[in-house]
């Protein structure tokens, strides 16, 4: 099992920057891909990002490419998410999650087995 502690949320204004940090507990992070998903007010949680279990793959929602990186160093057991030219609509409570069914992240929350409890990014205009 993995325990997973998301932080660095806050509030920016539009354009700026946040970096979110996901910490994991236990030794084998490296078994799990990684994903990055957000969930706003009255809508549903959405595929933000995602990384292989060593960060040789990388995937993005095309409402973030360009803009977000996820990266990862299984040595710290962290996964980090930057977030530049942040928008309004960026504005959501976001979750890191781990899986261990597949080698490459995927785009779908149910490949995830473990979730974070969530930090919340509010984008200003």
């Known amino acids: 099992q993995v325990q997973l502690v998301e932080s660095g949320g806050g509030l920016v204004q539009a354009g700026g920057s946040l970096r979110l940090s996901c910490a994991a507990s236990?030794?084998?992070?490296?078994?799990?891909?990684m994903g990055w998903f957000r969930q706003a007010p009255g809508k549903e949680r959405e595929f933000v990002a995602a990384?292989?279990?060593?960060?040789?793959?990388?995937y993005y929602a095309d409402s973030v490419k360009g803009r977000f990186t996820i990266s990862r160093d299984n040595a710290k057991n962290t996964v980090w998410l930057q977030m530049n030219s942040l928008k309004p609509e960026d504005t959501a409570v976001y979750y890191c999650?781990?899986?261990?069914?597949?080698?490459?992240?995927?785009?779908?929350?149910?490949?995830?087995?473990?979730w974070g409890q969530g930090t919340q990014v509010t984008v200003s205009s």
């Open positions: 990384s292989s279990r060593v960060g040789d793959n990388t």
């Open positions: 236990g030794r084998t992070f490296s078994s799990y891909s």
């Open positions: 999650a781990a899986g261990s069914a597949y080698y490459l992240g995927t785009r779908s929350s149910d490949d995830y087995g473990y």
